[in-house]
């Protein structure tokens, strides 16, 4: 019986050193693919400078072109798409540095124009969409959120004369409750219905109203 225990008990303890091995080696293999994974992936997005080609069977990135007709893209590239953050220049002087998404501009960025316009601010699926500044040629500059490249929901619209308009857009032209504030110190406070005054009280610098709009109709205090 003693012989026979000590058996049993060689083999179980022998058992369980292989069990241990056994998971111990699984492990081993677990991280070590987890690194080879995660190392992957790393090397997966790189850097590169391409170049936009049209052809018959749509566009083409190649590592070659002229900067003067093909527009050149400088950054992160991976599964075969702009990913990452990057440099695009236009031909025609467009330039846009920020975040990229499958081959469009999403996330945070800037986009500067021939005309000499910029916005910096959020960018989805290749559109200004959320929050943004844009500064005009002229000087006029509009803050605030915009949706599919126009300006939507709240946001303030500064003019180079001084005046300023502050409330809320829709399709790029104001919509809803805003005030309006001319370079004399005169202001227009109420309701906008596509870019013009609907339901407003203008009031002097002095507090008094001055002229009504209702329903888009003059009324002279």
Known sequence: MTMNFKRKRTVLLQNGDTVRNQVKHLLIILISFLLLSSFVTSCDKKEETLYRWETSSGIVWKRFGDKDTHRV????WKNEKLNGLGVMTYPDGHKYVGEWKNGK???QGTSTY???GK?????KDGKKNGQGTY???DGQKYVGRWKDDKRNGQGTFTYPDGGKYVGRWKDDK?????TFTYPDGTKGIGEFREDKPW???HYDENGIIIVKFVNGKVIVQ
């Open 199 to 201: 339901n407003i009280s």
């Open 135 to 137: 500064t005009y040629p």
């Open 174 to 178: 104001r919509n809803g409750q805003g």
């Open 114 to 116: 021939p005309d000499g």
């Open 119 to 123: 916005y910096v601010g959020k960018f």
């Open 73 to 76: 893209y400088k950054g992160e």
């Open 105 to 107: 501009y999403n996330g």
